[in-house]
């Protein structure tokens, strides 16, 4: 399984990015996904997550009504929106499978300033 995620970058607080992640080695329409995210320092932590089909969503109380996760099931591909963002938003995100995480991709830095 590849996990590969993009999009991140430096941002301004109260800014926006949108972080995709191009998933390939697994029947992708089948599995549930998620975002995860790890702060300097701090341990891996569930941001938000995705039914197969689409219809289900759940997310992070400290990120919830800022962040949506999004999934294309014909792109093979898992979204994550995110405005309003916050210095401590900051940390490496990485998307995975939701019940059954598969060994971890590189991930992609989100930086936001004050």
């Known amino acids: 399984v590849q996990l590969q995620a993009s999009g991140g970058g430096l941002v301004q607080a109260g800014g926006s990015l949108r972080l995709s992640c191009a998933v390939s080695?697994?029947?992708?329409?089948?599995?549930?996904m998620a975002w995860y995210r790890q702060a300097p320092g701090k341990q891996r932590e569930l941001v938000a997550s995705?039914?197969?089909?689409?219809?289900?969503?759940s997310y992070a109380e400290s990120v919830k009504d800022r962040f949506t996760i999004s999934r294309d099931n014909a792109k093979n591909v898992v979204y994550l929106q995110m405005n309003s963002l916050k210095p401590e938003d900051t940390a490496v995100y990485y998307c995975?499978?939701?019940?059954?995480?598969?060994?971890w991709g590189q991930g992609t830095q989100v930086t936001v300033s004050s």
């Open positions: 080695g697994m029947i992708f329409k089948v599995n549930s």
């Open positions: 995975n499978q939701y019940y059954s995480p598969q060994p």
């Open positions: 995705i039914s197969s089909g689409g219809t289900t969503t």
